[in-house]
């Protein structure tokens, strides 16, 4: 790749050209904070939250569990508030955003569905159980998964950004609907723990729960203030692609 | 309020000539129906297979089945509309015509939803003579209970059908997008079926929640696709 920086270059690189930019001063100050939280929830975890009277050790998992199945809820409803403001003012930022929050939300709700099966072969004897909690996560994933399923599969990127908006719109209009069928179909989440309003969580717990939750706000926003510099990158990079093939300017610019 | 009601009606209007003419292209030269029809015969047919070992009653497997069988030939009616579109790029036609994309919308989904219910009109009996079940003392709760959720289905896959037919691999997308927003519908359906088929109360009771939830399902996503129907069609 030649030395010349193209003009209207995405900044925020430190002024370097080439190998991996510098991160801002912003991306560097919630890294170190969300890892200074996830050490302090970590210590929590396994050394400061009560030992649960009925499931022992294992319960710990919830610490993990739990606020990622929150979080993740959280992301895909920012998802769908940037796919709405795509629609209605048609800049790429909110496009960035949504598919960069997609992007998260689906890790957390990956992570949902690879802790829970782990939580439940101790306690419940099974993996998996078709009951109301697990099945809409499983939803879930599985209508994000097909949101970058239809970038993915849509070439042009203007087509790429209405098609995914309206995924995801529709795909979070579908969830309090997904979650109500199946808490009739199934009946109850045949949990032991109620964490409903804080109660029947003991003080320790408690505390260790809402650190849990902070980390992983946290986790969330450090992901997002890496992931969508990066995406208004890619979409820059596109543009000077777009404009260079348009001008038909020598050799292309190589991506790698 | 006046002048807005016969706005409504012209644009039903418009919906309807649509619809009129997918359903006349499909007359002149059928080349859907059959093979939804066949299609679902055959999910019916592959699922005897299944079952054989165990003997269950129509009433227990019969509504899954008839749903899969429903849903699976029901993509193929979605892919078809839209796939009809592309010939002479007829689709452009349509959005420089005088109508709004939301009563394209309609149009097509009205078609759709009558395409998949002369293929139900079909299956239905067929699968109570396949599986020994007298239907006629049922037919009228399933009349109820099948159109709703017929409806609410059409709903949905008209919208995506269009933005697959514009992507790669449209003909996996599709069903993965359909399917995995569908969930719910095809619960509610399979549930109210089966009351149905037992001869029970639909609009009391387990089946009537199911029913009210069906019917919101129905609304819900009839409005947000008729409003983002145009992004998806725009160029």
Known sequence: ?256 | MNGAFAGLLREARKALLVCGKDLRIEWKSPDNLPAMFFFGLLVLVIFNFGFEAITPSFVDVGPGMLWVAFSFSGVLTFAHAFAVEREGDALQGLLVAPIDAGTLYIGKMIACFLSMTLVELAILPLSALLFDFNIVPVAGSLAVVVPIHTLGYAAVGTLFSAMAARTRRGDVLLPILLFSLSVPLMISAVRCTQAALAGGAIFTGPAGAWMAMACAFDVIFLAAATLTFEYVVED
């Not at chain 1, 069928?181 to 505390?207: A, D, N, Q």
Request: glycine residues 10%.
């Open chain 1, 1 to 256: 790749m030649n030395g010349t920086k193209a003009a209207g270059a995405p900044s925020g690189s430190g002024g370097r050209s080439g190998a991996c930019a510098a991160m801002t001063a912003g991306q560097i100050g919630i890294t170190l904070l969300t890892t200074v939280f996830a050490i302090a929830t970590l210590y929590g975890t396994f050394f400061y939250a009560a030992r649960e009277k009925v499931m022992g050790d294992v319960q710990r998992i919830f610490y993990f569990h739990a606020p990622a199945g929150i979080i993740c809820f959280l992301a895909f409803f920012v998802t769908f508030v940037a796919s709405i403001g795509y629609l209605v003012t048609r800049k790429r930022t909110w496009d960035v955003v949504a598919r960069s929050s997609a992007e998260v939300g689906l890790l957390f709700c990956s992570i949902v569905l690879l802790t829970g099966p782990l939580w439940a072969r101790p306690i419940w004897g099974t993996y998996w159980t078709w009951e109301a909690r697990l099945t809409t996560t499983l939803i879930l994933w599985l209508l994000y998964a097909s949101y970058l399923l239809v970038r993915r599969y849509t070439d042009d990127p203007d087509q790429q950004a209405r098609f995914a908006a309206v995924v995801g719109i529709l795909g979070f209009l579908d969830v309090p609907v997904v979650y109500w069928s199946i808490k009739f179909w199934r009946g109850h989440h045949p949990l032991v723990l109620k964490v409903s309003g804080g109660g029947g969580l003991e003080e320790s717990m408690k505390t260790v729960f809402l650190g849990g939750i902070i980390t992983y706000i946290l986790l969330y926003l450090c992901l997002m203030a890496i992931r969508v510099p990066m995406g208004r990158a890619e979409e820059e990079l596109r543009w000077l692609e777009a404009g260079a093939s348009r001008r038909g300017a020598g050799a292309p610019i190589s991506r790698t």
